[in-house]
């Protein structure tokens, strides 16, 4: 899916005037209906000023082979210090991807699926740079994870 954007719609959040906000081929959509689209597909965005493309961005949640075989490279084990975990890893977002549509390297990890749990629907998270990563609680700003065997309200 090709999305055609106004730079200035973009910015704006909103589509006005003759801006532009279309899917090639299908016509004019919503902004949002354009994120909402993008979510759970691989597309691109070309942003424009009317005549002139101002970038073109590869938009999608699945990781490339290539960012795949750098996170192999980095180590195939859960990421959450002190786990260690090196079966039934999920490559995971570290922020939500709904909040920047972008899947980055600098943002992807390796979680157990215990933590990618804890991450997704507990309030958990990962902070800091692959190699020098902190598991901050809930309720924390940093602290250490829970225990493997832990149960959870």
């Known amino acids: 899916m090709i999305v055609i954007i106004d730079h200035a719609a973009l910015t704006r959040g909103r589509v006005e005037g003759d801006e532009r906000c279309e899917i090639a081929g299908v016509g004019p959509v919503s902004l949002a209906t354009a994120r909402s689209l ?40 859960c990421e959450v210090p002190g786990c260690g975990a090196t079966r039934g890893l999920e490559i995971d977002h570290i922020d939500d991807w709904h909040d920047s549509f972008k899947t980055a390297l600098e943002f992807l990890c390796w979680l157990c699926k215990r933590h990618h749990l804890d991450k997704t629907h507990r309030g958990w998270r990962l902070e800091g740079p692959a190699g020098d990563r902190r598991w901050v609680g809930p309720r924390s700003r940093a602290g250490p994870h829970p225990p493997r065997d832990a149960s959870v309200a």
Do not use: K, M, P
Request: glycine content about 10%; charged content about 20%; proline content about 0%.
């Open 38 to 77: 993008l979510a759970d597909c691989f597309g691109a965005a070309i942003v424009t000023n009317g005549v002139d493309v101002f970038t073109v961005a590869h938009l999608g949640r699945s990781v490339t082979e290539h960012q795949r075989s750098a996170l192999e490279a980095r180590g195939y084990r």
